[in-house]
């Protein structure tokens, strides 16, 4: 079953709007979850990664006042796009670490959110 | 050099036929590797994971690591049209570090 759902699917907004997507863990508790962005026809870029109860930690060259990220609960994160542009169209993907026995963590995908800014 | 490298493709393959993917990463502490699959308008879907040398198989799946050439690849047998998709060869240098290495992805064609 799915591990992880995202919130919402699909958004279509104004040019200057603010947009939250909310990434939420499903029957377990997520202390870190990882924002990924993806353009058409290129490969998935992190943008930050969510910390619980702490600052998120963003990637070079991604702008933490444009894409702001509240990691509030252990099972939800959520990245608000402030004044969003055009440019920032794209499919945005949340991911969570499921420990596994022995230490060894896998990363599991939401099902993405489709943004277009008009 | 790319952390992780992956031909993009597209690599083309008929139906029933063993379709290879290739990937290598450039950090010799990397301990573990993951495959994933992406359709097209899709997030990524967990396909395997290898962590130790040599072969792992699951159904039609098979990964293969190779630690001291730093290379993981992933067969596909019996090919299906469903296999078309792209495959994400993703790297993790574990020991309680969580951040994933993505490739760019390999498009495979299943072609009928």
């Known amino acids: 079953g799915a591990v992880v759902s995202q919130h919402p699917s699909r958004v279509i907004c104004k040019s200057g709007t603010s947009v939250k997507i909310e990434c939420r863990s499903l029957?377990?508790?997520?202390?870190?979850m990882f924002w990924y962005r993806q353009f058409p026809k290129q490969s998935l870029m992190l943008m930050a990664t969510s910390n619980e109860g702490s600052k998120a930690t963003y990637e070079q060259g991604v702008e933490k006042d444009k894409f702001l990220i509240n990691h509030a609960s252990l099972t939800l994160s959520t990245l608000t796009v402030t004044s969003a542009h055009p440019e920032d169209s794209s499919f945005y993907i949340c991911s969570v670490n499921l420990p596994k026995r022995g230490g060894t963590d896998t990363q599991y995908f939401g099902p993405g959110t489709r943004l277009t800014v008009l | 050099q790319k952390e992780v490298e992956q031909n993009s493709g597209p690599l083309s393959v008929p139906e029933g036929a063993i379709a290879s993917l290739n990937c290598t990463y450039s950090?010799?502490?990397?301990?573990?590797f993951f495959w994933y699959r992406q359709y097209s308008g899709k997030s990524p879907e967990l396909i395997m994971s290898i962590y130790s040398n040599g072969d792992k198989e699951d159904g039609r799946f098979t990964a293969q690591l190779n630690k001291a050439s730093q290379y993981v690849s992933l067969l596909i047998r019996d090919s299906q049209p469903s296999d078309s998709a792209t495959y994400l060869c993703?790297?993790?240098?574990?020991?309680?570090?969580?951040?994933?290495?993505f490739g760019t992805g390999t498009k495979l064609q299943v072609i009928p």
């Open positions: 029957d377990f508790q997520a202390t870190t």
């Open positions: 950090d010799r502490g990397s301990q573990s």
């Open positions: 993703a790297v993790n240098k574990s020991g309680g570090y969580q951040k994933v290495t």
